[in-house]
C-alpha cells in the first residue's frame, strides 16, 4: 500500500517559536488530511487537502499539499503551550474507509 | 449529535483470553473503522464496515475479527490476547466511508492491557 513518511518523529520548541512537519510518499496522494492527538486523547480531524498545490489556513495553522501530490507541510506559526500533541498526516483510499497514518511528529512546547 | 463513543474505555486481560470492544457511531454514520494504535508501530488500520458488511482489512492475523450491526453499531473482537496486542484500539465514523470527501471522526478508544 501506499505508505507516507512523516518528519520530524519529535520537534521541542521555546513557545512562541514555529513549527513544522513533513509528510512525504513515493507515489502520488489522491488527499491528505491532518489530524491532532493531544495526550491521552484521541486523534482530532484537522483540515483535508486534494488539489495540486493547494494552501489552507487555520488561524496559525498553515497546511500545504505539493505540486506532484507527493508531500504536504503542516507549518504552526508563533507555537502556543496549547499547540501540543502529536500531529498525524494521513490519507484515506477510495471509499474504503481505509486512513493510512504517517508515524507522526510529536510536539513539545516550552513555556 | 453525539460523538462516537467506545465501552468499555480501559480493559485488562490476560494472555490467551478474548475481549470484545465495542463501538457506538454518530448517528447517521454507516462506516465504522478499526484502528490499533502503539508507541511502535503508530496508527494502523485494522478493518471498516459498512451496512453490516467488511470492506476492507488491515494485515492483522485471523484472531483480530469485527461485525456490525443493523444500526451501524460495531464491535471487534480479539482472541488468544498476545502481550503485542497491548493497544489503544480506536473506532472512527463516517457516513460512507468515502475517504476523499469525508471526515472521519475518533471515538476515545480503549485502552487494552494484556498482562
Known amino acids: 500500500g501506499q505508505q507516507v513518511m512523516q518528519i520530524p518523529q519529535y520537534q521541542h520548541v521555546q513557545e512562541g517559536e514555529d513549527f513544522t512537519t513533513y509528510c512525504n510518499s513515493s507515489?502520488?496522494?489522491?488527499?491528505i488530511q491532518w489530524y491532532k492527538q493531544r495526550p491521552g486523547g484521541h486523534p482530532v480531524f484537522l483540515i483535508q487537502?486534494?488539489?495540486?498545490?493547494e494552501v489552507k489556513k487555520q488561524k496559525r495553522l498553515t497546511f500545504q499539499f505539493g505540486e506532484a501530490k507527493k508531500n504536504s507541510s503542516l507549518h504552526i506559526t508563533a507555537t502556543q503551550t496549547t499547540d501540543v500533541g502529536t500531529y498525524f498526516c494521513a490519507h484515506g483510499s477510495g471509499n474504503t474507509g481505509k486512513l493510512i497514518f504517517g508515524q507522526g511528529t510529536t510536539l513539545q512546547v516550552k513555556p | 449529535k453525539a460523538g462516537v463513543t467506545q465501552t468499555p474505555r480501559y480493559l485488562i486481560k490476560t494472555r490467551g483470553q478474548q475481549v470484545t470492544l465495542s463501538c457506538s457511531p454518530i448517528?447517521?454514520?454507516?462506516?465504522v473503522s478499526w484502528y490499533q494504535q502503539t508507541p511502535g508501530q503508530g496508527l494502523q488500520f485494522l478493518f471498516e464496515y459498512f451496512s453490516e458488511t467488511q470492506r476492507n482489512k488491515g494485515n492483522f492475523p485471523g484472531r483480530f475479527s469485527g461485525r456490525q450491526f443493523s444500526n451501524s453499531r460495531s464491535e471487534m473482537n480479539v482472541s488468544t490476547l498476545e502481550l503485542g496486542d497491548s493497544a489503544l484500539y480506536l473506532c472512527?465514523?463516517?457516513?460512507?466511508?468515502?475517504?476523499?470527501?469525508?471526515?472521519?471522526?475518533f471515538g476515545p478508544g480503549t485502552r487494552l492491557l494484556v498482562l
Open positions: 487537502l486534494v488539489k495540486s498545490g
Open positions: 448517528s447517521g454514520h454507516r462506516s
Open positions: 472512527a465514523s463516517s457516513p460512507t466511508g468515502d475517504r476523499v470527501v469525508e471526515t472521519q471522526y
Open positions: 507515489t502520488t496522494l489522491s488527499n
